[in-house]
């Protein structure tokens, strides 16, 4: 049996609820001071940034941002058009759900899915928010996912940042991508560095140091190559050429590759 750590004793003492309602209080205390460059528009025009922020999503902050444009923004712009539609995300990779809370708030007729190798995530899920826990490699999960949602209008890989896991992942989502629909790749410079090799001074490796990893299989090597994922990108970017594939565009930001699939975005 799992021994219980000190984390899981937290997890356990405190639910999403209770922190919740603890954010929330201090938000409305004004101690957390919305930054400047961030629109104070709430309600249906709040800005993603603002949303993002509030929710305490780590995409907007300096380590998801490059010359002054983070993750949010790159995000702002193409799912703005989106924002008031029936659409479907899901996103690999809860955590603590801080993102899942953001996209519910900013798409407010949106249903968004999460999935997760860490159960504890399941106790995230709220309305409007599904949660599915297991690896984003198990194929029959993914698929059994796409079905309950009908497929996608937007797929956001968060996860482990494992290059096998996010070809994989992309592999079986792909194609249940809604026509227009946006696939993002996230935190692209830790598919360039050998993972097992990120060590802390007390000489634990990734599946220690990054929340959730010690559930993937110990016998697995997770280490990246960038040899991997360039493969995938020049076969993506050669399909595009040839016109070939359902690839309308591929747009790389810092970090982030957004594809787009070919066809018109939703009504
Ligand atoms: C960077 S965190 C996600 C952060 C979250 N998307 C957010 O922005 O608030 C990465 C998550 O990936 C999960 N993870 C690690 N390996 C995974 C795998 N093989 N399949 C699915 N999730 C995995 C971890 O449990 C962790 O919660």
């Not at 249906?44 to 940034?49: E, F, G, K, P, V």
């Not at 968004?112 to 928010?129: A, M, T, V």
């Not at 991997?228 to 990108?233: E, H, I, Q, R, S």
Request: aromatic letters at 8%; one cysteine or more; glycine letters at 8%.
């Amino acid at each position: 049996m799992k021994k219980t750590n000190f984390t899981d004793t937290l997890r356990a003492m405190f639910p999403p609820v209770v922190k919740r309602w603890v954010r929330n209080i201090y938000l409305a205390t004004g101690l957390r001071k919305i930054p400047s460059g961030i629109s104070s528009s709430s309600g249906d025009t709040a800005s993603l940034q603002k949303i993002g922020f509030l929710h305490g999503t780590d995409k907007g902050n300096e380590d998801h941002s490059f010359r002054g444009v983070s993750n949010l923004d790159v995000y702002a712009r193409h799912f703005e058009p989106l924002r008031n539609k029936e659409i479907s995300l899901l996103e690999i990779g809860v955590l603590s759900g801080a993102s899942l809370r953001m996209w519910k708030e900013y798409f407010p007729h949106a249903r968004i899915f999460g999935l997760d190798i860490d159960q504890h995530c399941k106790r995230l899920e709220e309305d409007r928010i599904s949660i599915e826990i297991g690896s984003q490699t198990d194929t029959s999960l993914l698929e059994c996912v796409a079905q309950k949602a009908g497929g996608f209008d937007i797929v956001i890989d968060d996860g482990s940042h494992v290059n096998k896991h996010i070809l994989k992942s992309y592999e079986v989502l792909f194609k249940h991508l809604k026509p227009g629909g946006i696939y993002v790749i996230e935190d692209l410079a830790c598919s360039y560095r050998e993972l097992e090799k990120i060590v802390s001074d007390k000489g634990r490796g990734v599946r220690e140091l990054w929340p959730g990893m010690e559930y993937n299989d110990p016998k697995e090597d997770l280490n990246n190559s960038r040899k991997d994922l360039d493969v995938f990108f020049e076969r993506t970017i050669s399909d595009l050429d040839h016109k070939r594939g359902e690839i309308a565009s591929i747009e790389f930001w810092s970090g982030v590759c957004i594809i787009r699939k070919s066809g018109k975005l939703p009504a």
